[in-house]
């Protein structure tokens, strides 16, 4: 299966701080979600990408469509303690299977 | 509106036994898909049907089997248990021509 390589793991930072993390592969992708889960539950939308270098916000949240179709990027701007979770990006590969990587862990210390 | 709901909620199986989880969604969705969620990981596709009879093989289909007999329900069927398949299940459905995915609270099954 195709592989997506999502840094940092993990990260702790400071209430008010900006975060940034990424998601890389060796394919290419049709489209780039992002998603958060909290504790026992489900993945939740935050952001999707359609297009080749896309810029798209939702919120404090910003996302990018790598030019390649081989990244993405989530930005979060001024964190607060309910951004707290775990983010995944997720890649569609061929316009029919999706691919998630192994998370980054946010946590924000009030 | 319930969204994507899956039952049971929690699970345990002994080895080689069988099982059925169980999802519906009430959105009129016509894709719909089954992951796994191993400790620590990201989700992998099972399976994924993308209408009332069309089924097809995700990443990780070994050891599962699906049907879709209509557009709500998306049951996912263990037949031998192995330990290797303790796991949280998640279940998630999209609109036709959409990639944007709504998941139940998922199911988390042991095999001992």
């Known amino acids: 299966g195709q592989q997506l390589n999502q840094s940092p793991q993990s990260m702790f930072i400071q209430e008010g701080e900006d975060v940034s993390m990424n998601c890389t592969s060796s394919s290419i992708f049709n489209t780039w979600l992002w998603y958060k889960q909290d504790p026992g539950e489900g993945p939740v939308l935050l952001i999707a990408?359609?297009?080749?270098?896309e810029l798209t916000s939702n919120g404090r949240l910003t996302a990018q469509f790598g030019i390649t179709r081989k990244d993405s990027f989530l930005n979060i701007s001024a964190s607060i303690p309910s951004d707290v979770g775990i983010y995944f990006c997720a890649g569609l590969y061929n316009f029919n299977k999706f691919y998630f990587g192994s998370g980054t862990k946010l946590n924000v210390k009030p | 509106n319930a969204g994507v709901t899956q039952t049971p909620k929690f699970r345990i199986l002994k080895i080689g036994q069988s099982m059925t989880l169980q999802c519906t969604q009430d959105m009129n969705h016509n894709y719909m898909y089954w992951y796994r969620q191993d400790p620590g990981m990201g989700l992998k596709l099972i399976y994924y049907?993308?209408?009332?009879?069309?089924?097809d093989k995700g990443e990780v289909p070994n050891g599962y089997n699906v049907s879709r007999s209509t557009t709500e329900d998306f049951p996912l069927r263990l037949e031998l248990a192995a330990p290797s398949q303790t796991s949280v299940y998640f279940c998630?459905?999209?609109?036709?021509?959409?990639?944007?995915?709504?998941f139940g609270p998922g199911t988390r099954l042991t095999v001992t």
């Open positions: 998630a459905s999209s609109r036709e021509g959409s990639y944007e995915q709504y």
């Open positions: 990408l359609y297009k080749a270098g």
């Open positions: 049907s993308v209408g009332a009879g069309i089924t």
